[in-house]
């Protein structure tokens, strides 16, 4: 058994208002993650995904704090480290981070070739930036080609929005990090440009640039095609967690069925299956929860789940956070 | 009652932008006729038109060669045109003031109406148009724009549509800042919309997916032209075009093969 390459024990974590009340944005989360896994996280806007990510680079920047837990890379813990110490030894190097927006990412008034010097610059030290150009466009070359010395000497508003967030990807791996966390990095892409991207990824699995990670969306669908395994996250919680073809193909938990029952398929014979909305909103976190917190969403919530709370424990194959799934 | 006259008449419609080397054609030679109570989706990827083409429809641009027509005559007055034709963008954070509450924009859409209405009347036709996407008015009663999610905002520009009633809609990319659940549920809106009101609504989207379930008339776009057209299940099953084609192999499907490693 080889040692995991990541480790998440318990990590909860919550936001202080300026009213002195917490959030409890993530609760009791756990996972571990072999070498050469990828893991997708998927859950509908606002269950917590993109404070867990922040959590899982121990970025605590307030007013987002731990409440509990441990997050290990490689071993190396990340908790109770300084904003500082983690972004000069941690971030880039061994758990590195792709954003959503390209376009936010990317200061406006520099051109790509010197955003990502500045990377190698600020970890690496030295100014030989002949040196570093040469590196750069030996790196690039790997998803652009030929366009390599086009797109690194542009500023990012002369590229496309699949170039710059193939751009974003390169500069987040230029040094080979150990874990890439990747949140939601093709939502803002129309579905061919989100193919390109997705293909530069698997290159780069594939040139061993790097070879864990994790995929946060909130695309099933996609999940299905560039993860190993899913964890489906809902108000803060884990509740189901299973390869990609168990998620996908048999959901367990009734939330991860609710959401396949809202994707959309342009596939023959698929018409016909209408996409069903989830009715309500997800409980406040701001507030203790009592119970099941999917309850309230239900459709085969029983009466005592409102006051029940729900393990996640091992259902047949899987994890699942109901005590009641088929 | 659905009239003879088709809603959007556009024959041979060019938009061009910037002049000499830089000249960019972002619609090319497009000709349609889009009839009363259609749902209509225009599908392609980003650059291909799409948007340009809605804001033609939306008197926004201007065509800048060929005709284009609403109700058998040229959009002159925008106003005019806006009383009858509402839009619903990708962004609602950016259709809203954030400096105003909810309400109070939503009562101030009626200002663009000929129809002058009293303010007992707007109060009613907005409580109206929030039940119908599901909102209880008082739980907006005093909010701002940036107190509520992406979700609920782009539900505020649905109620927004239900208590305007035009005549056209036009949605362009609604669903690509949202969720997958509050996608379905979008979808379920625009559907009442239909059937409500027989509203005609011109559904941009680069989704192909969400265009086979709610349009009744399929436009591909790619490079400014309109590459193949016609009902869902023909696109779908029998795509003319090697950009549909290119479009549905790019949809990550559960069931069929995508890229592998």
Redesign the interface.
């Known amino acids: 058994m080889t040692k995991p390459v990541f480790e998440v024990e318990n990590l909860s974590l919550h936001y202080l208002t300026r009213f002195g009340s917490k959030v409890h944005a993530v609760t009791d989360v756990s996972f571990t993650m072999q070498q050469g896994e990828i893991l997708g996280i998927a859950g509908?806007?606002?269950c917590g995904k993109s404070t867990l990510v922040n959590g899982l680079m121990g970025l605590f920047i307030p007013p987002l704090h731990p409440t509990a837990g441990d997050v290990k890379v490689a071993g190396e813990s990340l908790m109770n480290r300084s904003e500082k110490e983690i972004r000069k030894n941690v971030l880039s190097r061994k758990v590195s981070m792709i954003p959503q927006g390209a376009f936010n990412a990317l200061n406006p008034t520099r051109r790509v070739k010197d955003i990502a010097a500045d990377v190698i610059a600020a970890h690496e030290g030295g100014s030989d930036t002949t040196a570093t150009y040469a590196r750069l466009m030996e790196r690039f070359q790997l998803f652009f080609g030929k366009d390599t010395a086009r797109v690194l000497n542009s500023f990012p508003i002369q590229l496309?929005?699949?170039e710059r967030q193939r751009s974003v990807i390169g500069i987040s791996t230029l040094l080979n990090p150990q874990m890439v966390i990747a949140d939601e990095p093709t939502s803002?892409?129309?579905?061919?440009?989100?193919?390109v991207v997705?293909?530069m990824i698997?290159d780069l699995?594939?040139a061993g640039i790097f070879n864990s990670m994790i995929f946060i969306t909130?695309?099933?669908?996609?999940l299905?095609?560039v993860a190993d395994n899913i964890a489906i996250m809902y108000a803060g919680e884990f509740v189901e967690k299973g390869t990609a073809e168990q998620i996908?193909?048999d959901p367990r938990h009734p939330y991860t069925k609710?959401?396949m029952g809202?994707?959309?398929?342009?596939?023959?014979g698929q018409?016909d299956r209408?996409?069903?909305?989830?009715?309500g909103a997800p409980p406040s976190l701001a507030k203790e929860i009592q119970g099941c917190r999917f309850a309230a969403r239900c459709p085969v919530a029983r009466p005592e789940c409102s006051q029940k709370k729900q393990e996640i424990r091992m259902h047949a194959d899987r994890l699942v956070r109901c005590d009641y799934a088929e | 009652m659905p009239n003879e006259t088709p809603i959007f008449s556009a024959k041979n419609v060019v938009r061009t932008f910037g002049s000499g080397k830089k000249l960019v054609t972002a619609v090319d030679d497009v000709s349609f006729d889009i009839a009363d109570g259609e749902i209509v989706s225009i599908v392609g990827g980003s650059g291909c038109g799409k948007s340009v083409l809605a804001k033609i429809m939306l008197g926004l641009y201007e065509p800048s060669k060929g005709s284009f027509q609403y109700e058998g005559h040229k959009i002159t007055n925008q106003k005019d045109h806006w009383d009858e034709v509402q839009f619903i963008f990708q962004d609602p954070f950016s259709c809203f003031n954030q400096f105003f509450t909810i309400r109070s924009q939503l009562e101030a859409a009626f200002k663009i109406k000929k129809e002058k209405l009293t303010p007992q009347q707007i109060s009613d036709r907005v409580d109206a148009g929030l039940m119908a996407v599901n909102v209880a008015p008082k739980d907006i009663e005093g909010k701002y724009p940036f107190e509520l999610s992406g979700g609920q905002m782009q539900r505020m520009l649905l109620a927004r549509i239900f208590a305007l009633r035009p005549k056209v809609l036009i949605a362009d990319e609604p669903t690509s800042m949202v969720d997958a659940c509050v996608r379905a549920n979008i979808l379920d809106y625009l559907m009442k919309l239909k059937e409500e009101l027989q509203m005609t609504i011109i559904f941009v989207t680069h989704d192909i997916g969400l265009a086979y379930y709610v349009s009744d008339r399929l436009f591909i776009m790619h490079e400014g032209k309109i590459v193949d057209q016609g009902k869902p299940d023909d696109v779908i099953l029998k795509p003319t075009s090697p950009v549909t084609v290119q479009l549905l192999e790019d949809i990550p499907e559960i069931h069929k093969e995508w890229i592998k490693r």
């Open positions: 509908e806007s606002g496309t929005a699949g803002a892409l129309d579905v061919s440009t989100q193919k997705i293909k698997f699995l594939d909130h695309e099933l669908p996609l299905r095609h996908v193909f609710a959401l809202a994707m959309l398929s342009a596939e023959p018409k209408k996409p069903v909305a989830i009715e």
